[in-house]
Nanobody
Framework: QVQLVESGGGLVQAGGSLRLSCAAS????????MGWFRQAPGKEREFVAV????????DYAGSVKGRFTISRDNAKNTVYLQMNSLKPEDTAVYYC?????????????????WGQGTQVTVSS
């Protein structure tokens, strides 16, 4: 049974930073791509970032590119999302997800396992 547990969310002022972590267990972590998605109130879940199995390839949504950085530590079975220059529109519940393959995808359908989510609130 795969478990993904996010942490690091909270309340921050605009322009501030947060680092989200997602600890994985139950499947060979280093084999699969990992992604971050977010869902704001009244909106659909959207892609944020993805990293391939090795950490050598990443992809970002246009709205976060240059501000967010995804990384992973396969020795710790953990994926991170460093969020800088946060904006009020980044407010959402952030979810990590494990893909069904080694390389990343922007489509939520390509992910078989999801965490419970962590709230990020950016005040103006």
């Amino acid at each position: 049974q795969v478990q993904l547990v996010e942490s690091g969310g909270g309340l921050v002022q605009a322009g501030g930073s947060l680092r989200l972590s997602c600890a994985a267990s139950g499947r060979t972590f280093s084999t699969y791509a990992m992604g971050w998605f977010r869902q704001a109130p009244g909106k659909e879940r959207e892609f944020v970032a993805v990293i391939d199995w090795s950490g050598g390839s990443t992809d970002y949504a246009g709205s976060v590119k240059g501000r967010f950085t995804i990384s992973r530590d396969n020795a710790k079975n953990t994926v991170y999302l460093q969020m800088n220059s946060l904006k009020p529109e980044d407010t959402a519940v952030y979810y990590c997800a494990q893909a069904m393959r080694s390389y990343g995808s922007r489509s939520a359908r390509e992910y078989g396992y999801w965490g419970q989510g962590t709230q990020v609130t950016v005040s103006s």
